[in-house]
């Protein structure tokens, strides 16, 4: 499986847009990128996935660069309650291997009034 | 639906104990999975079953048994518990299915001391 790096913490003031990074350098062409979500003591949350295109939806948007590389994931207006540590994971589900969800450290984004 | 639910929410072992933490999903996914999350660390893959009546051994799984009861149930057993096992265990769920790209659902998280 592909591996991720992402920036141990960020930063955002309320209202604005919260951009986080993450590096996928070995992704292969049939992974995915996913973005999930811990808010503290919850278990983690989907956010957003895509494998090509950018994805929007009522929560974020998934901006892949076009060699697949890295990806953003966009809070466009953060507020106080998105902060979470954000994980990014590439996944594929070929060759039945579908089990290989692997969480890292993730981003610890701190949304601050 | 109530999603994915864990019982119990809280529980404190002596070492040596056995105890089995339960999950039930209500949305007929064919795929579940027990992760444990150690403080300051991301999940670790403890056992998954990708269908009904199958199980297989994630990245972590010394020390634990899962029995796919059903459908709806997949619960995790500790037959001697040790303090390297205190840690919080979540349950997961996913519609399963080869090419599909279904997202994975969370319980709320079982914390467990062992003491």
Known sequence: DAKTTQPPSMDCAEGRAANLPCNHSTISGNEYVYWYRQIHSQGPQYIIHGLKNNE??????????EDRKSS???LPHATLRDTAVYYCIVWSNSGGSNYKLTFGKGTLLTVNP | NAGVTQTPKFQVLKTGQSMTLQCAQDMNHNSMYWYRQD?????RLIYYSASEGTTDKGEVPNGYNVSRLNKREFSLRLESAAPS???VYFCASKKAGSGET?????GP???LTVT
Request: hydrophobic fraction near 35%; avoid cysteine; charged fraction near 10%.
């Open chain 1, 72 to 74: 953003t994931l966009i």
């Open chain 1, 56 to 65: 929007t939806n009522e929560m974020a948007s998934l901006i892949i660069t």
């Open chain 2, 109 to 111: 998280g079982t914390r």
């Open chain 2, 85 to 87: 096992q205190t840690s």
């Open chain 2, 39 to 43: 403080p300051g660390m991301g999940l």
């Open chain 2, 102 to 106: 279904y997202e994975q659902y969370f």
